[in-house]
């Protein structure tokens, strides 16, 4: 199968457009589309493509689904352009005949255009007319009365694989009011783009939010199937009670596997760099310095008016734009670097945040330490950057806690 990654926000605009559209032709889309999209062959099923083994269990049913703009079944005969390479599970699971009462949205919302902590409003999907409640909005978590005319909940929803990605979270609620209500959860699993490595600090408890719920790593290295599985099992839930719990598997994948994500998860992931680079780059959302919101780049740059621009030869101005009507130092000039077009590998590093801090003119100015400390699930992280310790010292500060967390994650892991 081959999939195809946005590569910019006019891109996307025009794709959704059409995935929404009852009608299109590909001439028209020839017309609309002048940038070349990427591609990466791929022959992973993922657990939405296996309607064999779901179907039967949701027939009969009262069916709520938590799904988002990733939430897709791709088609077996592959066409030009990849808003036809797939439809919607909404649609797919109507056309069947299955049940479904209502769905949940997480962050961004159901068609994922909402900036990042932005409130997502309950509301009504216009194309099939079933009610969205918000679970980033009032609600985290679904309430027992817009639960009570379920009998079981389908997950599917496109993750990256780091911890303070906050659908994970979601998953989470999800599951405990499952479990509170006696409702049957399925969780149809899709690939870890991020998911050949475990890396980073562990979440101490006492940081536990949003952004990371679980003692576990920056990067966790787990699919959401796998993830699902590990807050049953370790008693994450409030009082250790355990989801009904059914996650369909994919055929094809390991966690060695590459993966291009045919559709961006989030407004601000647009492509694969994007994604590599967001363990890294993510940290920066506890800082005062920009990681590329308000730019086409989003995740693959990173400047601040107070960054040094003798040591910085690059420099661009955030401007509000699809993802970020409030980008950080919005129409400012931001010194900084442009990681673009490297090389990168799908690795996690301190380099970038570390080189910014480094080359700061007012040190002062780069982190916003709360945030900086949910972000990074502790408060020692910036200490050690600002005390001059080097990576390789810091990285080798968590290993212990990485060797733990991984005899763990053995425990639940799906795929080789």
């Not at 020839?30 to 990466?40: G, H, R």
């Not at 006492?206 to 796998?226: A, C, D, K």
């Not at 355990?242 to 601000?268: A, D, F, K, W």
Request: proline content about 4%; hydrophobic content about 35%.
């Amino acid at each position: 199968m081959r999939f195809k990654v946005f590569k910019n926000t006019a891109l996307l605009f025009v794709l959704i457009v059409i995935a929404c559209a009852s009608k299109s032709n590909d001439k028209a889309i020839e017309t609309d589309i002048t940038k070349e999209l990427s591609k990466a062959d791929n022959s992973i099923s993922v657990g939405a493509n296996r309607t064999e083994n779901y179907l039967s269990l949701l027939q009969g049913k009262r069916v709520g689904l938590v799904a988002n703009q990733t939430s897709v079944i791709f088609r077996e005969k592959v066409r030009k352009f990849a808003a036809l390479n797939y439809m919607h599970i909404v649609d797919s699971l109507l056309q069947r005949n299955i049940n479904i009462k209502k769905v949940f949205s997480p962050e961004h919302g159901f068609r994922g255009t909402a900036d990042a902590g932005e409130h997502v409003k309950d509301g009504l999907d216009t194309k099939t007319k079933l009610p969205i409640f918000s679970l980033h909005g009032k609600h985290k978590k679904p309430t027992k009365a817009q639960l009570e005319d379920l009998d079981i909940i389908l997950f599917d929803i496109q993750d990256v694989g780091v911890r303070f990605y906050t659908y994970i979270s979601t998953l989470h609620y999800v599951m405990e009011a499952c479990a509170e209500n006696n409702i049957k959860l399925i969780v149809l699993d899709r690939p870890n783009p991020n998911g050949n490595y475990v890396d980073g600090p562990t979440l101490k408890k006492e940081y536990s939010s949003f952004l990371g719920m679980h003692p576990i790593p920056l990067v966790h290295g787990m699919t959401i199937g796998e993830y699902a599985k590990m807050i049953n099992g370790e008693g994450w839930l409030v009082e250790g009670i355990q989801c009904n719990l059914t996650v369909i598997e994919m055929v094809g994948y390991n966690h060695e596997s590459s993966y291009s994500l045919p559709i961006r998860p989030s407004p601000n992931l647009p492509n694969d760099q994007a994604i590599a680079l967001y363990p890294s780059l993510g940290l920066f959302e506890g800082t005062n310095i920009n990681a590329g919101r308000g730019t086409e780049f989003q995740f693959q740059r990173y400047g601040a008016p107070f960054l040094d621009k003798d040591h910085y030869n690059f420099s661009y101005t955030p401007e509000p734009n699809f993802g970020s009507k409030y980008p950080k130092h919005k129409n400012e000039l931001c010194h900084g670097a442009d990681l673009s077009n490297i090389k990168v590998k799908r690795a996690f590093t301190l380099k970038y945040i570390m080189d910014a801090y480094n080359n700061a003119t007012d040190k002062s100015k780069v982190f916003n330490t709360k945030n900086f400390t949910t972000h990074a699930g502790n408060e020692t992280l910036q200490q050690k950057i600002e005390s001059g310790i080097t990576e390789r010292d810091i990285k080798a500060s968590w290993q212990e806690d990485l060797e733990a967390f991984k005899k763990t994650r053995l425990k639940y892991l799906i795929y080789d």
